[in-house]
């Protein structure tokens, strides 16, 4: 959720938002429901894995493009009470998947009211799922690939009091596998090598809050601050996000248009490029359309979705740029 690349991939499988009062499930028990998407990704930044970026001749510039095609499944799995007050699920949340952002999740909600409710959930480190170069650093030799894990959980508090405020704060520990950054340049156990470790712990708070504009047309705008302390003092950040979010729905179509725009201030000076302190601004844009039992086939859905990113660094090493378009088809089973 927090890696430095594209996590566009997600779908509308579960897109849902406090737009109006609704119990957590529509019955008591198990429901279950599986998304598969397929599509094409393209991008170009200096921690794509693809073989094509694996050699990078110099440090002045942010990689070679990249493109690939993608099946992706998404699965949630529910289970609520009779009272329809409490529900343990595994999967997507989707909350998660409305905004752009993918991470598998065993939670818990508790709804306290028509619209209030609370929401606990832990993500643990899903092995292979994302990885990164050992050394980005390393010019003219092939980079080796390692894992890049994150575990953490989050609370969320969505319409405090019935109010229309929602406020969530997420926790997260990135861990990267072989970290080598800078080996190369600096050897293994210098200054420099060790203010270039990413292995991090990273905190977000995010309030959301919404806006209706009609019955059938709704803003969610929300703010977000992150801030990362890294065991290398050149990862270290603070991050502040704007996202203003557009929902539209009639009958059984649902669009969506997410959009965002951040500023990642590193507090620390760089060693690999002559101790500059980096900044990035990033704007991206994502949309899903949505829709639900298609000629009448009950508790089926189908989506399109889109969506592009752009960074722009101070650092050329660390510009990027991505995007995503794919087809899916979902089915519940309740």
């Known amino acids: ?24 499930a529509e019955a008591p028990g198990w429901s279950a429901t599986i998304n598969l998407n397929v599509g094409y990704v393209s991008g170009q930044n200096q921690f794509s894995t693809d073989d094509d970026n694996q050699i990078t001749d110099d440090l002045n510039n942010n990689g070679k493009s990249s493109s690939s095609a993608i099946v992706y499944p998404l699965l949630r799995v529910d289970y609520t009470t ?83 405020l929602t406020l969530e704060y997420v926790y997260a520990n990135r861990t990267v596998d072989n970290e080598q950054s800078g080996v190369a340049l600096f050897g293994a156990n210098s200054a420099e090598t060790k203010a270039l470790d990413r292995n991090a712990n990273l905190h977000r708070l995010i309030a959301e809050t919404f806006v209706p504009l009609s019955r059938k047309w709704f803003l ?59 900044k990035d601004d990033k704007a991206s844009l994502f949309g899903i359309y949505v829709f639900n039992e298609p000629f009448g086939w009950k508790n089926t859905m189908f989506n399109v979705l889109g969506g592009y990113n752009n960074t722009d660094s101070n650092i050329t090493f660390y510009d990027s740029k991505g995007g995503i378009a794919a087809l899916g088809f979902g089915y519940t089973f309740k």
């Open 1 to 24: 959720m927090f890696k430095r690349v594209s996590s566009l991939l997600c779908c509308s499988m579960a897109v849902s938002f406090a737009t109006d009062a609704r119990p957590l």
């Open 82 to 164: 009779q009272d329809l007050k409490n529900q343990f699920f595994l999967g997507n949340s989707r909350e998660n998947l409305g905004r752009a952002q993918f991470q598998y999740e065993l939670g818990y909600t508790r709804a306290i009211s028509d619209r209030s409710k609370i929401t606990a959930a832990y993500f643990p480190e899903l092995p292979l799922l994302n990885d990164t170069w050992s050394d980005p650093y390393l010019t003219g030799q092939a980079r080796q690939k390692t894992d890049e894990n994150y575990q953490g959980g989050r609370l969320r508090f969505e319409s405090i009091a019935d109010s229309p």
């Open 220 to 278: 969610a705008p929300a703010v977000a601050y992150t801030t990362a302390k890294a065991n290398g003092s050149a990862n270290d950040f603070d991050q502040y996000t704007l996202r203003l979010t557009s929902i539209y729905r009639s009958g059984p179509h649902v669009f969506t248009l997410n959009a965002e725009y951040g500023q990642t201030k590193f507090s620390g000076s760089n060693p690999v490029f002559d101790n500059q302190t980096q």
